[in-house]
């Protein structure tokens, strides 16, 4: 069963930065891409960006040279630097595996002044 615990949410001004951690359990994270996902209220679930499992990246355009993923695949841990934020970034940051169908709780982001 594949366990997925988000942290590293909170209230941050615009313009500050935070960084969201994922740790996996469960599976063998190494064979995962690795994706992180938003979903602002009344918004749809949105892809942020992903990482495969040889730290090839990939951003969808509204996160581009604002966002950063990584990933340790010894400490089956993936990351989501967020820089330059936005009261539009607000939402709650999910990871998953991609195409997993699997979830965490999901870590709040709130960018506010």
């Known amino acids: 069963q594949v366990r997925l615990v988000e942290s590293g949410g909170g209230l941050v001004h615009p313009g500050g930065s935070l960084r969201l951690s994922c740790t996996v359990s469960?599976?063998?994270?190494?064979?995962?891409?690795m994706a992180w996902y938003r979903q602002a209220p009344g918004k749809q679930r949105e892809l942020v960006a992903f990482?495969?499992?040889?730290?090839?990246?990939y951003y969808a355009d509204s996160f581009k040279g604002r966002f950063a993923i990584s990933r340790d695949n010894a400490k089956n841990t993936a990351w989501l630097q967020m820089n330059s934020l936005k009261p539009e970034d607000t939402a709650t940051y999910y990871c998953?595996?991609?195409?997993?169908?699997?979830w965490g709780q999901g870590t709040q982001v709130t960018v506010s002044s």
């Open positions: 990482i495969n499992s040889s730290g090839t990246t």
């Open positions: 998953t595996p991609l195409n997993s169908g699997s």
């Open positions: 469960g599976t063998i994270f190494g064979f995962h891409t």
